[in-house]
């Protein structure tokens, strides 16, 4: 992505905690890469960070923007728990969200029995946690 030309966040748990539109600068180490954020998070929990990327519409390409999410990293603090109520409610609402644009968008039909079916245990896992003590 070159800077500038479209919004980055670092996202802690879910929740944006760095907006990278700005101070996205062109990378020093590598030019395949061309931009780069330096931030400082302070962690004071365990839990997970990721960054989230968008650029403008390209040619060929008809769903608009393009959007990537990096695999999340796992942070776990010593002698602090991991808030697994707030991940699953997170993912609950993940989910609820892939299954409305699925219905609504109505693109996929040879599979569509499949992947409902995996979203239905992916939010029976999540609903256990959420409702775990």
Not at 21 to 28: L, M
Not at 42 to 57: C, E, F, K, M, Q
Not at 81 to 105: P, Q, V
Request: no cysteine; charged share 25%; net charge positive.
């Amino acid at each position: 992505m070159k800077p500038g030309s479209g919004p980055s966040q670092l996202s802690e748990v879910g929740a944006a905690v760095l907006s990278e539109s700005e101070r996205s600068k062109p990378s020093a180490l590598n030019p395949l890469l061309p931009a780069v954020a330096d931030h400082k998070l302070p962690l004071d929990r365990t839990g997970w960070v990721a960054t989230r990327v968008s650029g403008p519409p390209v040619p060929h390409f008809a769903v608009g923007s393009q959007q990537a999410h990096a695999n999340p990293v796992y942070i776990d603090l010593t002698g602090n728990k991991l808030d697994s109520k707030t991940d699953a409610e997170y993912f609950l609402a993940w989910i609820a969200r892939l299954e409305g644009d699925l219905n609504r968008r109505n693109r996929m039909h040879a599979e569509k029995d499949r992947v409902t079916t995996q979203l239905k245990i992916a939010r029976d896992v999540y609903q256990k946690l959420a409702e775990a003590k």
